[in-house]
């Protein structure tokens, strides 16, 4: 079983930065892709940033050129550090990490139990 955890929300005032960090443990053969969603209330959850194995991002245009995610592969970590937050940023970030178990096993997606963004004008 593997576990995903998210940590470094709160609240910020417009403009400002937070980093968010998310680890993911237990029975890891190997990690492929990790990243980054958020949800707003009465919106659907919607892809912010993702990261591949060998580094390469994805962004949503909404958040290009203020948020850059990274990775750890040794610590199976993954960070979203925000920038130049909005108020349209408040949402509930999820990470998630696409992990194999075992060897020649099929690789399933695991999310965390989000963590809160408010960012006030």
């Known amino acids: 079983q593997v576990h995903v955890v998210e940590s470094g929300g709160g609240l910020v005032q417009a403009g400002g930065s937070l980093r968010l960090s998310c680890a993911a443990s237990?029975?890891?053969?190997?990690?492929?892709?990790m990243g980054w969603y958020r949800q707003a209330p009465g919106n659907e959850r919607e892809m912010v940033a993702v990261?591949?194995?060998?580094?390469?991002?994805n962004y949503a245009d909404s958040v290009k050129g203020r948020f850059t995610v990274s990775r750890d592969n040794a610590k199976n970590t993954v960070y979203l550090q925000m920038n130049s937050l909005k108020p349209e940023d408040t949402a509930v970030y999820y990470c998630?990490?696409?992990?194999?178990?075992?060897?020649?096993?099929?690789?399933?997606?695991?999310w965390g139990q989000g963590t809160q963004v408010t960012v006030s004008s």
């Open positions: 998630y990490a696409d992990s194999a178990n075992y060897p020649g096993t099929y690789y399933s997606r695991q």
């Open positions: 237990g029975s890891i053969f190997r990690l492929r892709d």
């Open positions: 990261i591949t194995s060998g580094g390469t991002p």
